[in-house]
C-alpha cells in the first residue's frame, strides 16, 4: 500500500486535521496518513530534511496543540491488534483503540487496563500512564508495558525493553510522546472476564455528607474497588468497579442513597464514564475545607467535580515504575470548568487530564522530571518531538553520559 499524503486544498485535509478538541484548528504544512509500520521513518525523515514541525495524532483524543506548518502524521490505519492468550500478552500498532484491544481480549477472558472510552488510542493512552477502572487492582497502563518499538527523532527505528534502551523504556512509560514516535506497543493483560459495578445516586444537598463518608471509607478500601464520586448534574454520584463480585465492601457507599444500579457485566460493557479533565489537583487527605471548595466549585456554574481515589497497585508500584502520576497520593479533584473555586491541594495533575499545557511540570514528581529532562536530552536533544504536552531537554551538561543500549 502506498503512503496518503493530504496538503491544504486536498478533499480529504480537512477530515485528517481535526482534533477531538474544538479548540484546536491545526494547518499542517501536510498530513501523513500513514498505511504501513515504514510510513513512519518516512514522515520522521521527511520533516528532518524540510526541516519542518512534527506532530503524530492516532485518534486525536489527546491533542491540544496544532500541528501548524508541519508534519502531521496519522497513525489510524496501522491498528493491528495481537492476543497471545497463553502469555496474555497484547501487542498493538500505533493507530489502536481500546475498544478494539478489550473485544480482541475478552474472547479469552482477559482485559487490558483500559480508561473510560473505548475510543480513546491505545499508545496515546498508554504513554501518558493510563489510568483505568482496574487501576487500583493492576496498576496504571504504563505498568504495565513489556515492550516499545520506537522511531526516534533520527529515523532509527529501536526497540525498547526493560533490558534494551532501559532509560527510554522507563520514560515511555508516563512521559507522553516526547521520546519518538512508537510503532509497536507490547503489554500486559489480566484474566477478568467479569465485573461488579455500582452507581448510587444522591440529591446534591447530601454531597458534605457523602464526600465525608468517602474519604472515611477509602482509608481502608480495598485494592479490587476502584471508586469515584461525582458532583453533577444529576446530583451527587458515587461510582464503583470491583473485581470482587460480590461487591461487599463497596456496600457502606450507598446504603444511604435514594438510587443504587448494581450490574455484574464484561469490562467493556461496564462503561463508568469520567469527567472532561479542565483542571485537576491532587491531594493527600481531603480536609473539611476542601469538601467545602469541592463544593463551591460545583455551584459555580454547575461545574462537574469528581473526587477519585487512587492508591492500592498504583501506590505499591514496583521501584522502577516509570515516571507516571504522583503515585503516593491517594485522591485527584477534576473540574470540568476551572472557574474561580479551584480546590487546592499539592499541586499536581496526571500527565493524561492536562487541560492546560503550561502545567507539563506539575505531572511528574521533582526527580521523575529531572530524569525525564535528561532521557529527553539523550534521545530528542533538538526537542524534535515538541507538539505534545511538552517535556524539554535538560541543558547540555546534564546530559545522560552515554546511551545505553
Ligand atoms: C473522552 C476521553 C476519555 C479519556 N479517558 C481517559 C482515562 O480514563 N484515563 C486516562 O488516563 N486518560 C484518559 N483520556 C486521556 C487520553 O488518554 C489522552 O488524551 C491520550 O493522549 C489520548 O491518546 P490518543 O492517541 O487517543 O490521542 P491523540 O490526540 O491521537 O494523541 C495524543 C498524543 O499522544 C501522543 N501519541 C499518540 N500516538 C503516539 C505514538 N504512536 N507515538 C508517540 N506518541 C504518540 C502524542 O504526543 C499525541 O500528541 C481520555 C481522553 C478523552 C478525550
Known amino acids: 500500500m502506498t503512503t496518503k499524503l493530504h496538503l491544504p486544498g486536498d478533499r480529504d485535509y480537512d477530515l485528517h486535521r481535526a482534533a477531538h478538541s474544538p479548540t484546536v484548528d491545526s494547518r499542517p504544512a501536510m498530513i501523513v496518513e500513514a498505511m504501513e509500520p515504514a510510513d513512519i521513518g518516512l514522515a520522521v525523515t521527511t520533516a528532518n530534511d524540510l526541516d519542518l514541525p512534527f506532530a503524530v495524532q492516532a485518534t486525536g483524543h489527546g491533542t491540544w496543540q496544532p500541528a501548524d506548518h508541519g508534519v502531521l502524521l496519522k497513525t489510524g490505519n496501522l491498528s493491528d491488534v495481537r492476543i497471545d492468550p497463553q502469555r496474555r500478552i497484547a501487542t498493538v500498532g500505533p493507530g489502536a483503540r481500546w475498544g478494539a484491544v478489550l473485544s480482541a481480549a475478552a474472547r479469552y477472558g482477559l482485559v487490558g487496563l483500559a480508561g473510560s472510552s473505548p475510543d480513546v488510542g491505545v499508545v496515546g493512552y498508554t504513554l501518558g500512564g493510563g489510568m483505568g477502572w482496574l487501576a487500583r487492582r ?12 520506537v522511531v526516534t527523532a533520527d529515523g532509527r527505528t529501536i526497540t525498547a525493553t526493560p533490558d534494551r534502551h532501559p532509560d527510554l523504556f522507563w520514560a515511555l512509560r508516563g512521559g507522553g510522546g516526547n521520546f519518538g514516535v512508537v510503532a509497536s506497543l507490547q503489554f500486559r493483560l489480566y484474566p477478568v472476564s ?5 452507581v448510587a445516586t444522591y440529591p446534591i444537598e447530601a454531597a458534605a455528607e ?42 457502606p457507599l450507598w446504603t444511604a442513597a435514594g438510587q443504587v444500579e448494581r450490574r455484574v457485566s464484561g469490562f467493556a460493557e461496564a462503561k463508568m464514564g469520567g469527567v472532561r479533565a479542565l483542571h485537576q489537583d491532587f491531594f493527600h487527605r481531603l480536609t473539611d475545607s476542601d469538601i467545602a471548595t469541592i463544593i ?28 507516571a502520576g504522583h503515585r503516593s497520593t491517594p485522591f485527584s479533584v477534576t473540574l470540568d470548568n476551572p472557574g474561580s473555586h479551584l ?42 518531538f515538541h507538539i505534545n504536552h511538552n517535556i524539554t531537554p535538560a541543558p547540555a551538561a546534564a546530559a545522560l553520559a552515554a546511551v545505553t543500549t
Do not use: C
Request: aromatic fraction near 8%; glycine fraction near 10%.
Open 138 to 149: 493492576y496498576g496504571l497502563a504504563a505498568d504495565s508495558v513489556l515492550a516499545a518499538e
Open 194 to 198: 467479569q465485573v461488579f459495578t455500582a
Open 210 to 251: 457523602v464526600l465525608d463518608r468517602y474519604r472515611g471509607w477509602a482509608q481502608a478500601a480495598p485494592d479490587s474497588a476502584s471508586t469515584a464520586v461525582v458532583l453533577g448534574g444529576n446530583g451527587v454520584v458515587v461510582k464503583a468497579m470491583s473485581t470482587d463480585l460480590t461487591g461487599r465492601a463497596l456496600r
Open 296 to 323: 463551591a466549585a460545583h455551584r459555580e456554574n454547575g461545574t462537574t467535580v469528581e473526587v477519585r481515589h487512587w492508591g492500592g497497585a498504583i501506590a505499591a508500584a514496583v521501584p522502577d515504575a516509570g515516571p
Open 343 to 384: 480546590p487546592t491541594g499539592i499541586g499536581a495533575v496526571f500527565y493524561n487530564f492536562l487541560g492546560d499545557p503550561s502545567r507539563v511540570d506539575d505531572a511528574f514528581t521533582t526527580q521523575n522530571l529531572g530524569r525525564l529532562r535528561e532521557v529527553k536530552r539523550a534521545y530528542d536533544p533538538t526537542n524534535f
